[in-house]
């Protein structure tokens, strides 16, 4: 089976998505970029009951390669933040480029769409995506416009919100944009919290870059 590692890593990070509630039935969509291939989600296929043979293979122009099923919907989105990011390492801060992508229409982060142009640094936690986190304008899902605005609110990020629609996470693998997924999460629904309480405090850019630094060296090292 074809990038079969892939395929079964994305399975995984599916599995890991839904129980941790970021992904509920077929919402949602993942892909790892291998070479010039995509593995990438079908389209309407539960969770629960993807395989790994079910993940589409495709190339970077959409091509088919080894697809048994539809590719989602929002493959032009994979296709875009792929085409403009892939191997620059631009949007995934340093290191190297985008190489891994994990839509959600997580519940908070769905939300704090709906609300403004960018999830404010109200923690730094915002560090890990590069700063601010900004709200692509809305358009209809699986589009070119809403590809397009995606990777226009990606630039120099590694996460973005959706405007009414979800969340985007990148990363240089699987592992690193299901992580932020997590953080993502949490993050907005601190913002949600503290914001229906009061106003929150706010964090300096220079903070949030003094924290970026540190996180470059964060954990531990071979």
């Known amino acids: 089976m074809l990038l079969e590692r892939e395929r079964e890593e994305i399975v995984r990070a599916c599995r890991k998505l839904s129980a941790a509630g970021l992904m509920v039935g077929t919402a949602g969509n993942v892909s790892v970029l291998a070479g010039d291939l995509v593995a990438v989600t079908p389209s309407g296929v539960d969770y629960a009951e993807l395989a790994a043979r079910d993940v589409g293979v495709h190339r970077l122009d959409g091509t088919p390669v080894e697809a048994p099923l539809a590719p989602t919907s929002e493959l032009p989105l994979h296709l875009a933040v792929y085409g403009a990011y892939a191997g620059t390492g631009a949007g995934t801060g340093a290191g190297p480029g985008t190489a891994a992508i994990v839509h959600t229409h997580s519940v908070a982060a769905t939300a704090v769409a709906t609300l403004g142009d960018e999830l404010p640094p109200i923690h730094y936690y915002v560090a890990m995506f590069g700063g601010t986190v900004r709200v692509a304008p809305y358009a209809t899902y699986g589009t070119d416009e809403l590809a397009s605005n995606a990777v226009q609110a990606l630039r120099g990020r590694t996460a973005c919100l959706l405007g009414s629609h979800g969340a985007v996470t990148t990363g240089q693998d699987l592992k690193t944009a299901y992580d932020r997924s997590v953080y993502l999460e949490w993050v907005c629904d601190v913002y949600l919290r503290a ?24 954990g531990q090292r071979p």
Do not use: F
Not at 195 to 206: E, F, Q, Y
């Open 195 to 218: 914001a229906a309480a009061g106003t929150p405090r706010l964090l300096p850019p220079g903070e949030i870059e003094a924290v970026a630094a540190k996180l470059a060296s964060y």
